[in-house]
């Protein structure tokens, strides 16, 4: 798959993405070992006064994963979806007590997950409107990049959070 992608020498993050989820060559791990979080970054030039993107999946298995954006500001709202659990007042003796730290993400994408690895139409339709929603958001996230500007900066805060919450609403 690798040599495919590169003989053209043209390659973006889409097809870096495909690359992440390729179950072939061991880069997305199924079965007993499971890849459960996987990111890509697209790294402006550093003179260029444009952001650098990374996209994040956090959720296992990235054959049934979206990868959402993710660009540094100065007061970024992550929400709670990607939030783990925590062991309350006990925070720091974990190894004592069993704290399930599945953030709310992971839990409801366990349930898309499971639905469309059945391969049954409607996990079949739930994958492929999280493609779309991925390509489209990818879209638009790089176009933004590519005309950036620092006035566009208080846009940049709730960008991860609002692809987060869209996801979890297909997934519930």
Request: with cysteine; net charge negative.
């Amino acid at each position: 798959m690798l040599d495919l992608l590169f003989v053209s020498g043209k390659v973006d993050i889409t097809d870096i993405f495909s690359i992440v989820r390729d179950e072939d060559s061991s880069i997305n791990f199924v079965g007993e070992l499971l890849t459960v979080g996987s990111q890509v970054s697209v790294l402006a030039p550093p003179t260029s006064g444009l952001p650098s993107c990374h996209w994040f999946t956090a959720t296992p298995n990235t054959n049934y994963s979206v990868f959402k954006p993710f660009l540094f500001c100065e007061n970024p709202k992550i929400g709670k979806w990607t939030v783990s659990g925590t062991n309350g007042e006990n925070a720091n003796s974990t190894f004592r007590t069993s704290v399930d730290r599945r953030h709310p993400l992971y839990k409801a994408h366990e349930k898309g997950r499971e639905l469309m690895e059945t391969g049954s139409p409607a996990g079949q339709k739930l994958q492929t409107t999280m493609g779309h929603l991925e390509n489209q958001c990818v879209k638009e996230v790089m176009a933004f990049v590519r005309s950036y500007k620092e006035s566009d900066s208080n846009e940049i805060s709730d960008l991860f959070n609002d692809i987060v919450d869209s996801e979890v609403k297909f997934y519930c």
